[in-house]
């Protein structure tokens, strides 16, 4: 069986105004680059067989610079490790909805992903490595809520997934039939 372990992208100035990024090409920020930069000494020491990352320019600098790091190339960008649509809220912050729109903004339809659809495409995109990779160890640059809402949905636990940190690294592995935390939110390379 595979073993999987998520990166969340290093931080951006959208992460900072708690501005919604969704499928938003933002770069990271300075401090962003420095968590990339950490992240990936930590990630040099150990080896790896694949590496995957998210399409969007946030994940795909910190892959950048995680790659050069481990010396191994990104393997491929895959569409379905994306942030959560956001739809009409894009590039907005919660003060600015509620400017817009009013403040039930949250009960119009704002053409953002489901839920379900969010948990779907990260299970499947895990269901699918499994069986491509079995007994290989993958890593992988993706984002923050799409990763909460895949392992809420993997681990059947809501209390899980919740604000996983920038940069911070996740690692699972699937054991007598069901998912398992090798490692779960962690940022011991920012100390």
Known sequence: MATITFVRHGNTNHNLENRAQGHL?????????????????????????????????????????????????????????????????????????VAKWGPNWHELDMKQETMESIRQRGVEFIEEIVVKYAGKKVLVVTHGFFLGQTLKELMKDESTGEHLRNSSVTTIAKRDGRWVYDLYDCVRHLD
Do not use: H
């Open 25 to 97: 090409n933002n770069p990271l920020n300075e401090a962003g680059v420095r968590q990339a930069e950490a992240v990936a000494k930590r990630l040099a020491e150990e080896p790896w067989d694949v590496f995957l990352s998210s399409d969007l320019v946030r994940a795909r600098q910190t892959a950048d610079i995680i790659s050069q790091a481990i010396g191994m190339p990104i393997g491929g960008y895959d569409v379905r490790l994306r942030e959560m649509d956001r739809g009409l809220i894009e590039d907005t912050t919660e003060a600015e909805r």
